[in-house]
């Protein structure tokens, strides 16, 4: 079993930046596509940002683009989320998912997606 493990929300001022990391860990396969989705209250879980098995090719959101920038760490199967500029909209339960095998596209989707973390909390204050 895979657990994928977030930390890094909280509350901030708008204007103000909070970087989330996600590390899988369990019985890992080698490589995952990961991503970002989050969830506000009464809302839909939406897209925020996907990055490929190698790092080489990221996707966004237009609501995020320009601010969020997603990277992949040193350590295997680990991401980060630089959010900078965040904005009162951006206040939501952020979620890590991961999707086992080496892919560069369709990343998009939440059905794409084989795992999931349990979400962190960001709040941002006008």
């Known amino acids: 079993q895979v657990q994928l493990v977030e930390s890094g929300g909280g509350l901030v001022q708008a204007g103000g930046s909070l970087r989330l990391s996600c590390a899988a860990s369990?019985?890992?396969?080698?490589?995952?596509?990961m991503a970002w989705f989050r969830q506000a209250p009464g809302k839909e879980r939406e897209f925020v940002a996907a990055?490929?098995?190698?790092?080489?090719?990221?996707y966004y959101a237009d609501s995020v683009k320009g601010r969020f920038t997603l990277s992949r760490g040193s350590a295997k199967n680990t991401v980060y989320l630089q959010m900078n500029s965040l904005k009162p909209e951006d206040t939501a339960l952020y979620y890590c998912?991961?999707?086992?095998?080496?892919?560069?596209?369709?990343?998009?989707?939440?059905?794409?997606?084989?795992?999931w973390g349990q979400g962190t909390q960001v709040t941002v204050s006008s």
């Open positions: 369990g019985r890992t396969a080698s490589s995952y596509a």
């Open positions: 998912a991961a999707k086992a095998g080496r892919f560069t596209t369709g990343l998009t989707g939440r059905s794409v997606y084989d795992y």
């Open positions: 990055i490929s098995w190698s790092g080489t090719n990221t």
